[in-house]
């Protein structure tokens, strides 16, 4: 008789079959225009996303500063608030937004390693209290003790022979 009966959560065994996640899970896997859609949309995404795009931008918007100086202090505000900031800002947001996600990726997988890691350790800590029940057993019985058996279960839930009284 063991003194301890663990009980793995069910999430155990499918976190054993996981990865982490990727943004290739999320990709449409369905027909050919929704595969060449969402390709097209990523390719413009990362186009636009980066900062040569952001210079082109700039570069593009200086074409039109000489009219907006010749109109005056509102027509420069105008150009910078319309044209400049909205085109050029949009890429570097999107660079940023890039970095930021790829920093975020970064730590969901360092975090789904430290929890494997983690329940590795648990494993192994299990196994050294099965062994102690073994040789607690012995023990007890060598004393004339009836040891007592403990079956891991969740809060709420009862487990058929055992007295919640207990």
């Not at 959560?9 to 976190?15: K, Y």
């Not at 929704?34 to 200086?62: E, H």
Request: aromatic content about 6%; charged content about 15%; some cysteine.
């Amino acid at each position: 008789m063991t003194i301890y009966q663990h009980i793995r959560h069910p999430r155990i065994a499918a976190r054993d079959a996981d990865r982490p996640v990727r943004v290739a899970d999320f990709l449409p896997r369905g027909t050919a225009i929704n595969r060449f859609n969402t390709r097209v949309a990523l390719v413009i995404t990362q186009a636009v996303g980066s900062m040569w795009c952001a210079y082109a931008f700039a570069l593009f918007d200086l074409i039109s500063l000489p009219a907006a100086i010749r109109g005056g202090a509102s027509a420069i505000v105008s150009w910078v608030a319309q044209t400049f900031l909205q085109l050029v800002l949009l890429s570097v947001i999107m660079v940023g937004q890039n970095v930021q996600a790829a920093a975020a990726d970064k730590r969901a997988e360092a975090t789904f390693h430290d929890a494997s890691a983690t329940l590795h350790e648990v494993a192994h800590v299990q196994g050294h209290l099965a062994a102690q029940d073994v040789l607690l057993t012995r023990i007890a019985q060598r004393l004339g003790l009836d040891p007592v058996p403990v079956i891991d279960a969740p809060p709420g839930e009862e487990i058929s022979g055992q007295d919640p009284q207990d």
